[in-house]
DNA sequence: AGAACCAATGCAATCGTTTGCACGAAAATA
DNA sequence: TATTTTCGTGCAAACGATTGCATTGGTTCT
């Protein structure tokens, strides 16, 4: 049998309460007395039992981590383990640790959520992604429960405390970066319509074609969801235009492996015939060839942050929702755009 | 405040045990009485508390993941998405959920996973890496706690539950095959040597040089860190020696993507004047230039028999330890090796 | 010296379930 | 009709902690 609070208190001769207030290190228990039970503990061999502790004083040191609802397949975006690893780290650091749950469709994310929540089991909750109309965002921003999204949440923004990039002002830089380099002719490939990285990204995409004062084509602007597969069919529309893009904007570094293995395939060459500029600046970024030039999110920090927030409020009762923090970006220049050196 | 069985109970007009006995499902209920008083958990919105239930019936529902102890490091590797991807599919089939615990140093991780095991976090664990005399192994086999690891345990293995790829014959495939190929100077680059993976890869490269009766040399056999980085050094070691390869076995395509890339910076062209073999078949293997020929191990497979070991395993009282599982593996024939074709 | 206080600890209720056992009524048997 | 079974429920004791409110003995006032 598991050793309780109990044994440990009959070891050491006083009552069970004096244990947990020892546990808890309360200043009125004296020293002595509290070196003893630690010895009767290390020598029983105690831990306490995390449920009874839950039951009891309504915490759980845990946060639950909500993923897409297709989670098997997009778990394979290097981009998840990585906001994972922020958010693992933040976490450990603060004594809490991380739950998941996952479903196949998107009401069993749903359910899943809600069980995490009604039943207690987390003390917060973490959303990896934003989609328009989530049930699941609604659902938390009703129950007045702590959670942070990463991403930008569609509505009702301002009530939702959420960690982001600027992602327009990036998909905005690195069209004008093409530009630069001489390029008047840049099309836009980008994952599922209704998440918000997209929206922004393309956003910024169109902004900056109109400040260089180029006119926006429908034609230019695909989407597929946002694994490697969707690259090809992508490019493969592109270039069977009548004017072919030279330059491509690709949302996800994942995506743009595809698009440049088919233009590969089509014997187009990187960046000479087609300059390649993507976002995320996953690891396989720089090993990719030729290396992609991609902007650097720091998706690590996009976890971290939404972990600092996420226990900022779990701890303040007083409830301060709405918070942004806008993680920073850069451009990584690497080869696929042709463009040598340069921040 | 939050709705509890007994506020059903008094709703229904029950005593709190009948719910709780609906809740179960149980036999000993008329019809009748199960139809109102589930009516009565819709209308309040009932949800059990997990750590009430938890803390009466000593169950959790929950799995532990133990990751290695660099995790913060290692979970950039896609392998370990994989496999939690193949994990968590199982684990949700069967009403588990996933817990993780990580922990910079190995003392770190072997703490967590002492307080998730006698804190009673968990119903059992899977542990995501075997090393040689580990002490969270040693720890779950002394407290006779489920538990499976994905990969091969060194000590005492005969008394273990593990899953696993035959790593050994793998080794001795890819190798054959390059001999196939025509190479007689066949290098191995592998990760951190205390991995049993490692050292059971290297086995099978070196039965298999053996057999075709090509002699060992040690200088042969350089291993590093096992991401990419460690690639470059590895290259330049190979590359300084008097006769240098042409082609070489890497543990990992992670480390064979660093290996390409340095090999392409020196200006030597892969499969013309080295060929490459790895092992995992990443899905980045298909989109490196070349594509790499890659071992096919099914990394979703080993999460998910794992899992499914483990459930068998909390399930049956009578603990039947030491099932070993092999999952198959193939070799994908891509371009870093020239050899076309052929499965 | 008696009142008032303080520091250190114990008592017992509570958190929300599960479950062995007891109980009464209805059904089956003698 | 009296007696045993069976069926459907309820009672109350766990499960292992936390915490508000006593209680105790010893100081420090006046």
Redesign the interface.
Known sequence: M?VTIKDVAREANVAPSTVSRVIANSSRISQKTKERVRQAMDEL?Y??????R??ANRT?Q?IGLVMPSA??KT??N?F???V??GI??K??QNGY????????SEE?VYE?V??MV????VDGVVVLYSRTDDKVVQFLQDSKFPFVVVGKPFSDSSHVTYVDTDNYLAGREVTKYLHQLGHECIAFVGGAQDLAVTQERVGGYKTALMEEGIPIQESYIVSAPFM?TGGAEAVKRLLSLEHPPTAVVVSDDMMA??V??TL?EMGISVPDQMAVVSFNNL??A????P?LTSVEINIFGLGFEATNCLIEQINEDATPYGKRVIVPHYLVVRQSCGGKSEA
């Open positions: 598991q061999g831990y306490p039992n995390v449920h009874a839950s039951l759980t845990a989670a098997t778990l394979q290097p998840f383990s990585e994972i690893r693992s780290t976490a450990h640790s991380l739950y998941m749950t996952t479903g196949v069993e899943g809600v069980s009604q039943g207690r089991r490697t492996l595809g440049m293995s590969n690891f396989i720089e090993f990719s060839s290396p």
